[in-house]
Structures are given as C-alpha cells and as structure tokens.
C-alpha cells in the first residue's frame, strides 16, 4: 500500500485522509498545529509543524494541498529527498523561472511532480496543444463572491487577462488555469467572475486549433469547509492516488 505525507491539513487534506482506502496517510504537515493533530487523530498518522520532522517519516509521495507559497517553499527539498510530489496548488508553477527549476530538480532526482485535474475536466487530451498548439485557450470561471472573500450585487468580471497574471491576484481560485497552460503548452486566457446567483464554482472551457473545437463547462459543488475550493479537486487527487500502480493506464 502506498504510503503519503500529506502536506497540508484544510479543506481538500480532510477528505483526502478520510476518504483514503488504497493508501496510507503516514504523516500530516500543517503550518497550524491544531490542524495537523486533528486530522492526524482522524485518519491515525503523526501530525507535524515542522517540515525537517515530517520528512524524516516513513513515506514515499508528498501531497501538497496547501498553497502556492507550500510548493514554492518545500517542493524542491520534496524532490531532493527521493519523493514524487503531487501538486494540487499548480499556480506555483505558473513561474517560468520556479517551474524550470522544480523541474530540473525531478529530472535529477529521477523524481515526478504531478499536477492532477483538479476541479476541471480535459487535462488529457488537451495535451495535443504541444504537439498541434491551439490558437484559442479561454477560461471562464464564475464563482459566488463569497468564495473569493467578496461581496457583489451583480454578476461581475473581477479579472480579464493571463493565468500567470490571475493566479498572483488570486492564487486560492484559478490554479485551474495554470494547470490548463501547462497542459496544452500555452498560457491560457482568463475571465474571473462572482456571481451572486451562482450556487457552484463554473469553469467553462473554450479551446480552438487545427483539431477542431472544444466547449466544455464544469459546474462544481463546492467543498464542504471551503467554498473556494470544488469538492471535485479532493476527489481527483484520490483517483490519482488509486491509479499510481495501475498497469492500465487510461487517457493522454
Ligand atoms: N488545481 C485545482 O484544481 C485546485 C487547487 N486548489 C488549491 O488546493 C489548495 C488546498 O485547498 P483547500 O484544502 O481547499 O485549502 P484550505 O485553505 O482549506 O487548506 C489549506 C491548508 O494548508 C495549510 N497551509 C497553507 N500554506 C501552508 C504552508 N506554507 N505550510 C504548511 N501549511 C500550509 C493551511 O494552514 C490549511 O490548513 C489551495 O492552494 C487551493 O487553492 C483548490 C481547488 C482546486
Ligand atoms: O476549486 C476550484 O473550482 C478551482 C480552484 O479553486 C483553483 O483552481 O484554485
């Protein structure tokens, strides 16, 4: 059974360490010591505030599913001490510079950084931009304002322009974006909207190239503790985790 260090204690770390049924969550990192014992109790691990101490546990992947700042911080010595890592808060690579380097730390350690689907759909197969790149790569995301910590009486466009731009200015709402970028080879465009109306985080999708076209609209519940954050991310993360071993290995 594969055995996680999960780095990270909120919203997405709780379901993933409660919903775990073919892994073993070894250990838990939360910069918040009552976060980390919680979670620690709930799924049987050993909780801890500090990093040196949670790496020296017996583990052999890192879950991060805690901040754009976690991954620029721990990714690398992740990668150094023999461990792939997954990457829920993929906004950190959206640094030319950061990710090149992430990058060539795994390639010398022999190590993975995986970037999962998160909470949208068509990762896979949007790998073709790499060999075919698209001449179109829009999201469009709309979530209540709540989410995003505002409030608004009508629906409202709160950024138009490059995920490597939104996700400094919201590096909690459109890791998503990044993701697509990094999947199809090019910096996706972004539209951010709060909608008062809106009960889910909505991602639509729009992708134009040699292929065709695409629309696709995901219309996410939100996670139970954190309203930003689409349940589907969690859940993403564990059918990752249920298929690292998987001969068969389906999608692009
Ligand atoms: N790629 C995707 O599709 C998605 C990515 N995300 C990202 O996943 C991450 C986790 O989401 P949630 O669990 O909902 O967030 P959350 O806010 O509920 O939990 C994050 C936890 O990580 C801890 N943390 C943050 N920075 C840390 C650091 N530097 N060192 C140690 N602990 C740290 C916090 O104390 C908190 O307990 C967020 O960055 C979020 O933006 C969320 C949804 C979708
Ligand atoms: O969960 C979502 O809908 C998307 C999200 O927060 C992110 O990409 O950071």
């Not at 996410?220 to 954190?226: A, F, G, I, L, R």
Request: with cysteine; aromatic share 6%; glycine share 8%.
């Amino acid at each position: 059974m594969i055995k996680i260090g999960l780095l990270g204690c909120g919203n997405v770390g709780h379901i993933i360490a409660t919903h775990a049924e073919s892994i073993r969550v070894a250990a838990v990192f939360d910069i918040l010591p009552g976060r980390a014992e919680e979670l620690a109790a709930l799924c049987h691990a050993r909780p801890y505030t500090d990093f040196d101490a949670f790496m020296r546990e017996d583990f052999s992947i890192v879950v991060e599913a805690a901040s754009v700042d976690a991954v620029r911080i721990y990714g690398e010595a992740v990668l150094r001490s023999g461990r792939d890592i997954i990457v829920l808060s993929g906004g950190a690579l959206a640094d030319d510079e950061f990710r090149e380097h992430l990058v060539e730390v795994a390639r010398e350690a022999g190590k993975k950084i995986r970037i999962p689907s998160g909470a949208i759909i068509g990762l896979d197969n949007l790998k073709i931009g790499q060999v075919s790149p698209p001449s179109r790569l829009l999201l469009r995301t709309t979530k209540p304002p709540a989410s995003l910590g505002m409030t608004a009486e009508a629906r409202t466009e709160i950024f138009k322009g490059l995920a490597h731009d939104c996700i400094k200015q919201y590096p909690k709402n459109i890791n998503v974006a990044v993701a697509l970028g990094l999947a199809a080879g090019r910096d996706a465009d972004v539209e951010l909207w709060v909608d008062p109306a809106a009960e889910r985080n909505i991602h639509e999708i729009f992708v134009e190239g040699d292929f065709g076209d695409i629309y696709v609209r995901v219309r996410n519940v939100p996670s139970p503790d954190n309203p930003a954050t689409s349940y589907m991310a969690a859940l993403s993360i564990l059918t990752l985790l249920k298929n690292l071993e998987n001969p068969l290995v389906v999608g692009t």
